[in-house]
């Protein structure tokens, strides 16, 4: 089957048209034309791969890394990031479109291309470490990454020169501060790994960071080194721990952070309710704009984090809430100026009944899923789309993180 690819879509594909079907086609780029073997086949639509590349698109660029069209990591690799800009914010605009009556231009923050990624998790199997292959289980050995930072790569790399962890590891997760001043390794492993100091040492030695490792067997954990990572972000200091959530692109954060504090800025001292707060990446900014912040949050680990750094920045104009946000927000009462969602990819269906019998000022919802945010938004009544902010967050893969700011 040939066919032109006439544009990327969500899930990293290329899409074109053959045989009255859609065809969905990976690590392909928008005006290809290839040959395609159909490897699935559905009544209006078929998945296939690519057996020649017949005209290639002059948007291609030759991918820097020699795992690429296997490794799950990138998907867009094989695409000039000027374009890959251009299809995701097509992508936003065409999901929220599906949904929603008018949405605003869209404002891009673009990344630099390579060593952004500062928290990763890595498989291991078969005495490999690395990623699961684009749409599968299977797991492709990584050497070194072109999206994580170096001192992620060194850690790798060490992390190789030791057999009883290729043997016995399960799960490698790797969080930095994100200027590199320090690191934290988790292991996952089958079996305990004796050589712990020696592991320890060896990365250590190698990165010009402060170290924190980690590794779990059987319900145990050991620990040398650091067991937090800390970073200032608008002036306030944020921790951070193993395997806890924050925000992937060390370039970005700072940004996104401002750019959700400039919104709710906009309102003389609000009050602010914050769902999904994790650690506190936006709370503790927030605190000097806002009169006060309920920040809620149900993982008790990011809960205490997030506690922790309440006390060191001596704020006292923030109330943490381990809670669920769906049962939360049910039982609040009190008028808020402005609520703010950053929700998992799941999106937050069920708050959003609630959102319209709040009806706050404003609505921040920081999204990295433009499908569940658009059925998100559509269910508010009398809402507005002020501004729509695209982050991109991860380069070279189709992912998008969203921030759209709604009044009513």
Request: include cysteine; charged fraction near 30%; aromatic fraction near 10%.
């Amino acid at each position: 089957m040939r066919l032109k690819i006439e544009k990327l879509v969500y899930n990293g594909y290329g899409l074109g048209k053959a045989e009255g079907l859609v065809v969905f086609v990976p690590f392909t780029a928008p005006e290809d034309v290839v040959e395609v073997e159909v490897v699935e086949r559905k009544r209006d639509y078929a998945v296939g791969v690519v057996k020649e590349i017949v005209e290639p698109s002059p948007y291609r660029v030759s991918p820097p890394c020699e795992n690429f069209g296997r490794c799950g990591g990138c998907q867009w690799l094989h695409i000039a990031y000027e374009k890959q800009i251009e299809a995701k914010k097509e992508i936003l605009a065409w999901e929220l479109k599906k949904k929603l009556k008018e949405i605003p231009e869209i404002r891009v923050v673009s990344s630099p291309e390579t060593h952004y990624r500062r928290r990763a998790l890595f498989k291991v199997e078969n005495r490999f470490i690395g990623f699961y292959q684009f749409k599968s289980k299977r797991v492709i050995p990584v050497g070194q990454c072109l999206q994580i930072t170096e001192n992620m790569n060194t850690a790798l790399l060490s992390l190789y020169s030791f057999p009883s962890i290729l043997k016995n590891a399960t799960e490698i997760w790797m969080g930095e501060e994100r200027k590199g001043e320090q690191l934290l390794v988790f292991i996952r492993s089958s079996r305990k790994l004796k050589e712990i100091h020696d592991i320890f040492r060896d990365i250590k030695d190698r990165i010009d960071a402060r170290l924190g490792l980690r590794i779990a067997y059987k319900g145990k954990a050991s620990t040398l080194g650091i067991a937090q990572i800390e970073e200032e972000i608008m002036g306030k200091r944020l921790i951070y721990g193993f395997e806890s959530f924050f925000q992937a692109n060390r370039y970005l954060t700072e940004p996104l952070a401002k750019t959700v504090v400039s919104a709710v800025s906009e309102i003389d001292s609000p009050e602010v309710l914050e769902l999904f707060c994790g650690a506190g990446t936006f709370t503790l900014p927030l605190s000097e704009v806002a009169k006060h912040v309920w920040a809620v949050e149900r993982n008790p680990y990011a809960v205490r984090l997030l506690k922790e750094a309440i006390s060191l920045n001596a704020v006292e104009n923030v109330s943490s809430v381990r809670e669920d946000a769906e049962s939360f927000i049910k039982g609040w009462e009190r008028k808020i100026d402005v609520l703010i969602l950053d929700p998992p990819r799941t999106g937050a269906k069920e708050v959003m009944k609630e959102v319209n019998r709040i009806k706050p000022k404003k609505l921040i919802y920081i999204s990295c899923n433009p499908t569940t945010l658009a059925r998100d938004l559509a269910l508010l009544d009398g809402c507005k789309i002020e501004r729509l902010h695209l982050f991109d967050m991860f380069p070279h893969t189709f992912h998008i993180e969203a921030v759209a700011e709604v009044t009513f």
